[in-house]
């Protein structure tokens, strides 16, 4: 199926909110106890931090690697005041190759910090969900994390200012249970990471009037609200349970500086839909929530997805103290939460550390973590009996030893069993150890993935297109092998960078692997391309399936060229009736310079597309009726040009020159085309793209 633009985003956001609810749920529980933070993390699940605030280099953001596409959340309540969606560069680079920042949104937050407005700013990302004057909620999905702009990986780069300046998160930023360096060619990191640990920030407080932390430039010590306390402690929420228990685990004590006039507990999906509400009026300055959760009906709930959250209200107005996701299971269950993972590509000797919770709903019999070869054999391992609900993985580090490693492909497996006879995989990560080079980036296909007529006579014979792999990969000296597939099976014969496609492949999808050798190593795929289609059929999916109506332009495949428009067509009306950001994206002239949208389109100019259903396009020409020499106008010196061609003293240089000439589409560049083309420079009469 292909999407529009409005259905991809839609289908963008459902993702997103699906991934925020489990990322949300990656704490089994969650004890307050003396900090209070003004700021959510924004990539819940994501703990590692590969560049600090202060890291040698005037950076003054921090750095959270995370898998491409994983949803970013607002950090708090505010107004977006600036967005980027300019760059489609998204693959790791040491060089800058648009924007420097890439795609990315900047916030104002509601409130103020010692008098002043403070923002927050997400870099790099892949998509993004809102635009200039949104007011957004915390915790909302505002995009996807990527590696737009100058970036060498994944990851979100996220900023702080108090007024204009720039100023460390880390003081009134949530900081995980498990923050931890990843690793970086930045120094300082690894002290930075240790200085967020210090800060205890486990309590929402929302924004208040004035914050001042403890951040080295002077001022009190410690974290003090000045007005507006209000916030929760001791709060524990279930994060799985078992469809018709009784006892969810909810605890926790509201304070505040001014009577609490209303407190709310519910329960309500993923999709915002409201399952169970209650609430009480305290009229005190403390309030024990346990009292009420036993009236939210947590043994009523089918199994699913939830979220669970707790509002307090004083006269100052209401904040949302708890947005914590969690799972009722219809039968038995076992889970890991918190979990490390090894890096993909590994030096001989380096370490990893093993981290995470194994959680069951039944009693843990056993837990078995294990480093196991290519060949399915364990290298090594280590099984424990639990005998309780809970296990901690840490326990097995002495036992993995990831230093001892030689070269080779490995996974780290983690599996366990309960009481009841539940026996589940939890984790599985391969990853290389290699004093080579692991290469990155992506690999895409350029050059139409169908077959199409060679005329419009349906029994001329079929012509079949070349296509280019793209491999853009890091380190860019890597010396890369190739091979091509059709429905997953290697093609003999097809290891080059170009294939040619050949009618026995005509239904097929087509895919090609680039796999380094030498001083790298690492294998990266294409995406399967759309299946071969022959000529009819691509023109009804372009035009048909994505637009849902029929084009006022005509799309030739083969000589790739989009016609007719007429002179004075700015470049917004084309890319709007051409499917509008979802197959072709930006327009540019004959110099490769971008175009704006309210630029008139000119004879040669090229609309160009990422992406096609997983296909790469380099440019279709664009052609304007009567505009021979491409300068957006018919003038009486188009008309000399096409009289020339119609005389043959001079034939059209190219296959969009030869289209702008022909006004009657009959025999031709004739001496009528000119004739049409001179009265239309005289403005005796307009021409028409019919």
């Not at 300055?285 to 009236?295: E, P, Q, R, V």
């Not at 014969?493 to 170009?498: E, F, H, L, V």
């Amino acid at each position: 199926m292909i999407l529009n633009k409005y259905g991809k985003k839609l289908l963008a956001r459902v993702m997103a909110l699906c991934l925020t609810a489990a990322c949300f749920a990656s704490a089994f529980s969650a004890s307050a106890v003396n900090g209070t933070f003004l700021l959510y993390w924004p990539l819940p699940g994501n703990s590692g931090i590969s560049a600090g605030f202060d890291d040698g280099r005037g950076h003054g953001a921090i750095d959270i690697p995370a898998a491409k596409g994983t949803p970013v959340l607002a950090s708090a309540p505010g107004y977006v005041t600036s967005t980027y969606t300019g760059c489609t560069h998204n693959f790791g680079k040491n060089y800058n190759c648009c924007y420097s920042l890439g795609n990315h949104v900047k916030i104002q937050h509601t409130g103020s910090i010692g008098g002043q407005t403070y923002s927050t700013r997400y870099g790099h990302l892949t998509d993004v969900y809102v635009k200039v004057g949104d007011y957004v909620a915390a915790g909302q999905v505002i995009g996807t994390v990527g590696s737009t702009g100058y970036s060498t990986g994944n990851h979100l780069d996220f900023k702080f200012y108090i007024g204009d300046t720039v100023t460390d998160a880390g003081p009134y930023l949530q900081i995980p249970a498990d923050v931890h360096y990843t690793g970086s060619d930045w120094a300082r990191n690894g002290a930075y990471v240790q200085s967020l640990k210090t800060y205890n920030n486990t309590v929402y407080g929302g924004p208040v009037s004035a914050y001042v932390p403890n951040n080295g430039y002077g001022g009190s010590t410690g974290l003090v609200v000045s007005s507006g306390r209000l916030y929760i402690s001791d709060c524990t929420y279930p994060y799985i349970m078992k469809r018709g228990a009784a006892d969810a685990g909810v605890t926790g004590t509201i304070h505040a500086d001014a009577d609490i006039t209303a407190v709310t507990l519910q329960i309500i999906t993923p999709d915002n839909k409201a399952v169970a509400s209650v609430m009480r009026s305290p009229m005190t300055t403390s309030f024990d929530i346990s009292a009420l959760s036993g009236n939210l009906g947590f043994s009523k709930l089918a199994a699913g997805d939830y979220i669970f959250e707790v509002f307090a209200a004083t006269a100052s107005g209401e904040q949302r103290l708890v947005s914590q996701s969690f799972i009722v299971t219809s039968g038995d269950s076992i889970i890991v939460v918190n979990n490390t993972l090894p890096n993909s590509a590994m030096k001989p000797g380096d370490s990893f550390a093993v981290k995470g919770e194994v959680i069951g709903i039944n009693t843990l019999t056993t837990v078995t973590a294990a480093i196991v070869d290519q060949n399915g054999k364990a290298v090594y391992s280590s099984t424990r009996n639990p005998g309780g609900n809970r296990f901690d993985l840490s326990a097995m580090n002495l036992t993995l030893k990831f230093q001892n490693l030689s070269d080779g492909i490995y996974t780290y497996r983690v599996t366990a069993a309960d009481a009841a006879g539940n026996t589940k995989t939890l984790i599985s990560r391969q990853f290389y150890v290699s004093d080579k080079t692991l290469i990155t980036g992506e690999v895409t296909i350029s050059g139409l993935g169908w077959a199409g007529l060679a005329s419009s006579n349906l029994a001329a014979p079929y012509t079949y297109a070349t296509l280019t792999a793209d491999a853009q990969v890091y380190p860019e000296s890597a010396k890369l092998r190739y091979q091509w597939y059709a429905d997953g099976v290697a093609i003999s014969g097809a290891t080059g960078k170009t294939y040619a496609v050949t009618s026995d492949k005509l239904g097929k999808k087509l895919s090609v692997t680039v796999t380094a050798y030498g001083d790298c190593f690492g294998s990266l795929s294409s995406a399967q391309t759309q299946e071969v289609q022959d000529r009819d059929s691509v023109v009804t999916d372009i035009i048909g399936r994505i637009t849902g109506k029929p084009s006022s332009y005509t799309v030739n495949l083969l000589d790739k060229t989009i016609s007719p428009a007429l002179a004075g067509t700015p470049c917004n009306e084309l890319l709007e009736k051409i499917i509008f950001s979802t197959t072709f994206n930006d327009v540019y002239d004959k110099n490769n310079q971008l175009k704006r949208g309210t630029d008139n389109l000119c004879t040669g100019d090229s609309l160009r597309t990422s992406i096609l259903s997983q296909i790469t396009i380099a440019r279709y020409y664009v052609v304007v009726l009567g505009d021979l020499n491409g300068d957006g106008k018919v003038t009486s010196a188009d008309a000399r040009t096409a009289m020339r061609y119609a005389a043959r003293l001079e034939s059209p240089p190219n296959a969009w020159t030869q289209r702008a000439a022909d006004i009657d589409r009959v025999n031709g560049v004739t001496s009528a085309d000119a004739r049409k083309i001179l009265r239309a420079a005289a403005r005796l009469e307009p021409l028409s793209a019919v």
